[in-house]
Structure formats: C-alpha cells, structure tokens
Nanobody
Framework: QVQLVESGGGLVQPGGSLRLSCAAS????????MMWYRQVPGKQREWVAV???????MYADSVKGRFTISRDNAKNTIYLQMNSLKPEDTAVYSC??????????WGQGTQVTVSS
C-alpha cells in the first residue's frame, strides 16, 4: 500500500535552514506528481510546492526564492530545502501524493519550528 514518511523537521533559528524528506513506497514513484503542504493549528492547510514527474516545480508566493522542492527517483524520495526560515514558516509539513487511482495520500507530517 502507499506510504509516505516525512522526516527532517526540528527547531531552527530565524534565518536558518532545514531539509525535509518524504520517503514514498507502494507505487511507481517516478511517474507521479508530489506536493508539500503545511498547517498551523487552527488554520487551513496551505500548499507549499509541487514537483511533477518531469521535475517541473511551482511554489507558493510565501516561500518562492527561499524553498526548493526536488526529487530523487532512485530513492523514491522528495525533498524540501528550506532556507532563510522565518517564524511564520513554523508549521507541520506534510507531503502529498495528490492522485493515485483517484485517491490522495498524505504522510503523517513533521514539525518545523522557527524560533530564537
């Protein structure tokens, strides 16, 4: 079955960097678009970035120029490199397989806290 497992979250000071990973299994990873989202408690989940099977990427305006999404098809993993982090980037970050057989799948999420 499809599994998405995030890692790499933690506590970082403003201006710092983190790299999140999302390891995927249960489907032919290289052929599918993947996404990163984030959510702050009490707020709606926010789309962050997307990468398609060809490696094309798009970003939310709030992270453009600071975050980079990438994929390693040999490792069935997507990454989110986050630089110049701000306190407002604090959230639970989750990866999403938006459409596999008509169903969307989510990972469990990883907490990112940006604070001095």
């Amino acid at each position: 079955q499809v599994q998405l497992v995030e890692s790499g979250g933690g506590l970082v000071q403003p201006g710092g960097s983190l790299r999140l990973s999302c390891a995927a299994s249960g489907f032919t990873f290289s052929g599918y678009t993947m996404m990163w989202y984030r959510q702050v408690p009490g707020k709606q989940r926010e789309w962050v970035a997307v990468i398609d099977s060809g490696g094309n990427t798009m970003y939310a305006d709030s992270v453009k120029g600071r975050f980079t999404i990438s994929r390693d098809n040999a490792k069935n993993t997507i990454y989110l490199q986050m630089n110049s982090l701000k306190p407002e980037d604090t959230a639970v970050y989750s990866c999403k397989l938006p459409n596999f057989g008509g169903v969307a799948y989510w990972g469990q999420g990883t907490q990112v806290t940006v604070s001095s």
